[in-house]
C-alpha cells in the first residue's frame, strides 16, 4: 500500500487491464468478457461508438477523452455492490487531484459524477448482473472529459456545465496516463471498503461533497424534491431535509 501511495502511476497488483483501438461500449465489452475473467479487469477504450450514460442516454466523448471500465467479481447482493459509485467517485477525486494539482478544486456530486472548479468533468455509470440477489459481476464505466467537454446546450437544461481537464488547468494527459492513477486510487479505496465496511468510504466521500448543507434538487420519475442537503446514508442514500421532513431517496438526477 505505501508503494502504490510513492508513486501513483505503478500499477496495482492483481488487477488486469485491455487497452481497446475501438469498441462499442466499454460497458458492453464488459459484460462480454466478464464469464472469463479471474481478476478484477480495466478496459479502456480509445474511441466508443455507443457509449452510453444514465438511463440509457447517449454519451458522446471525442478521442483523447477517457473510457473505461473496470469489471470485478464483488461479494454481496445489489445494494453493497452498489457501494462502488462511491469509491469509483473517491478513486477519481484521487485522480483527478494528483494530475491536476493543487490549483483545481475536485468535489463529488450525487449520486455519481466529479465535479472540476465546478463544472462536471466525469461521471460513473454501474451496472452489474446475477442472479438470487447476488451480484455475479459488476461493471464500473467511467468517463473523463480529459481534453474536451459537450457544449453546455448539449446538456440537461439546470445541469451543471461541461468541463474538461485540458480547459480548466491547460493539463494534457493521455487516457493510457490517465487510468494507472485511478486503476491505483480504485485499488486504495476497494481496499478500505472490503476491510473496515461503508463508514470510512461514506465520510471520505462527505469530506468532499458539492453543496452539502446547502438546498438542492433532487429530480425522481415522478416528482421533484427540495431540500437541504444533511448527508448520505448508511446504504449510500440521499437525505434531504425538506419542508415536510426528512427524506431519503435512493436514486435521482440532482440539481443545483
Excluded at 466478464?34 to 457509449?51: H, M, N
Excluded at 485511478?182 to 458539492?210: C, D, H, I, K, S
Amino acid at each position: 500500500m505505501s508503494a502504490e501511495r510513492s508513486d501513483p502511476s505503478a500499477w496495482p497488483d492483481g488487477v488486469a487491464r485491455h487497452v481497446l483501438g475501438e469498441v462499442d461500449s466499454t460497458n458492453s465489452e464488459a459484460q462480454r468478457l466478464a464469464p472469463g475473467l479471474t481478476q478484477p479487469t480495466w478496459i479502456l477504450a480509445r474511441r466508443q461508438t455507443s457509449a452510453r450514460g444514465r438511463r440509457g442516454r447517449a454519451w458522446v466523448s471525442p478521442e483523447g477523452n477517457f473510457a473505461a471500465t473496470l469489471v470485478m467479481r464483488p461479494n454481496g447482493d445489489p445494494a453493497k455492490a452498489a457501494l462502488r459509485s462511491f469509491v469509483a467517485a473517491l478513486a477519481l477525486a484521487d485522480a483527478l487531484e494528483t494530475v491536476c494539482g493543487p490549483g483545481a478544486t475536485i468535489t463529488l456530486k450525487w449520486p455519481n459524477d466529479v465535479l472540476l472548479n465546478g463544472g462536471k468533468v466525469a461521471g460513473i455509470l454501474l451496472e452489474s448482473a446475477g442472479a438470487a440477489g447476488q451480484v455475479s459481476h459488476l461493471a464500473i464505466g467511467i468517463g473523463v472529459n480529459l481534453i474536451a467537454a459537450p457544449p453546455k446546450e448539449a446538456v440537461e437544461e439546470g445541469a451543471l456545465p461541461p468541463v474538461s481537464v485540458q480547459g480548466e488547468t491547460g493539463i494534457c494527459i493521455a487516457p493510457e496516463e490517465f487510468l494507472p492513477f485511478l486503476a491505483n486510487a480504485f485499488a486504495r479505496w476497494e481496499a478500505q471498503l472490503v476491510t473496515y465496511g461503508f463508514g470510512p468510504v461514506r465520510t471520505a466521500w462527505l469530506a468532499r461533497a458539492a453543496r452539502l448543507g446547502q438546498v438542492i434538487k433532487a429530480r425522481l420519475p415522478g416528482e421533484t424534491v427540495e431540500g437541504t442537503f444533511e448527508t448520505i446514508a448508511e446504504d449510500g442514500e440521499l437525505v434531504l431535509a425538506t419542508s415536510q421532513g426528512r427524506r431519503h431517496i435512493p436514486a435521482a438526477d440532482v440539481f443545483f
